[in-house]
């Protein structure tokens, strides 16, 4: 009876030439897939997240989201930008507060700054980059919310669309698709570069009994 103890490469052979180098290459390989991946993912997630903000306001009560589609509120409120308002009710409104409210004219969400409330108690308005104030005063029903919070370039894809900029929108869906293309490398168990080394260390050595 004989005890023979296969440790790695006990009954391999000779390695072949180069099989080292090309084991190393391999591995890099793996690894910057893997890093491509979880890059990938990274940028879904914190995209998702904000776009989860965003939307989320529309369902909830006292709150409205509204996407900047023009530049008239530069450089505080950028196109793309989504700003998070809440319901102030019946409550007076301050000369200076930026609200979100639905353009008597044309039956879209506006959001300005308030300039001046008048003797009616509607209020006059204007985007900061405008040289004149708004020509319609806004009446407290039709204020929306005041502005809270704003969420940064979620809006861009709505802005592209309206404006029919149809070269940046094309590129971010293929940008969106291609990351999820690649977030596969950083979940699927078979491309983890260090899944079939860590089995191999764990493993002791096998003993074969004749």
Known sequence: MTTVADQHGASQGPEQPGSGSIRAR?????????????VALVAILV???LAVVALLPMIIPGYTSAAITSGSMMPKLRPGDVVIAVDRGDA???????IVFEDPVRSDLVTHRVVGVNA??????????NAIADITPVPPEY???????VVPYVGLPRVW?????????????????????FVRYAVETRYDPWAEATATDTNPPRTDTT
């Open 47 to 49: 995209f998702a997240t």
């Open 143 to 149: 204020v929306r919310g005041v502005g809270r919070w």
């Open 161 to 181: 669309l309206a404006d029919g900029r149809w070269i940046p929108l094309l590129l971010t869906i293929a940008a969106a698709v291609a990351a999820a293309w």
């Open 92 to 98: 007076p409104i301050a000369i200076g507060t930026i």
């Open 26 to 38: 391999t591995k890099r390989t793996d690894e910057g897939r893997f890093y491509t991946g979880l």
């Open 120 to 129: 009616d108690e509607t209020y006059t308005t204007k985007g900061d980059a």
